[in-house]
Nanobody, 120 residues
């Protein structure tokens, strides 16, 4: 079974930086895309950043210029570098992996989430 484990969350002051890591149990090359989502209390889960196997990136408008998604295939790990953090970035951040299959439905995997809290 695929397992995704996030780490790196915590408490940081506004304007600070934090790097999240998502370690997969196997090669991330199995997935056509990996992404970071976040969910704040009372709000819908939203896509923050995505990275395809081909290297294409996509970011939410609210984080463009501040967040960067990257990967290290040798370490089976995806990262989210977060700079210039704002209180509005406070949320639980989740790692997501998507796998397209030839003769079966698309599979999605989720990590357990890591809390990011940005103070004023």
């Amino acid at each position: 079974q695929v397992q995704l484990v996030e780490s790196g969350g915590g408490l940081v002051q506004a304007g600070g930086s934090l790097r999240l890591s998502c370690a997969a149990s196997g090669s991330i090359l199995r997935f056509n895309a990996m992404a970071w989502y976040r969910q704040a209390p009372g709000k819908q889960r939203e896509l923050v950043a995505a990275l395809t196997s081909g290297g294409t990136t996509n970011y939410a408008d609210s984080v463009k210029g501040r967040f960067t998604i990257s990967r290290d295939n040798a370490k089976n790990t995806v990262y989210l570098q977060m700079n210039s953090l704002k209180p509005e970035d406070t949320a639980v951040y989740y790692c997501n992996a998507e796998r397209l299959r030839e003769i079966a439905p698309t599979q999605n995997y989720w990590g357990q989430g890591t809390q990011v809290t940005v103070s004023s």
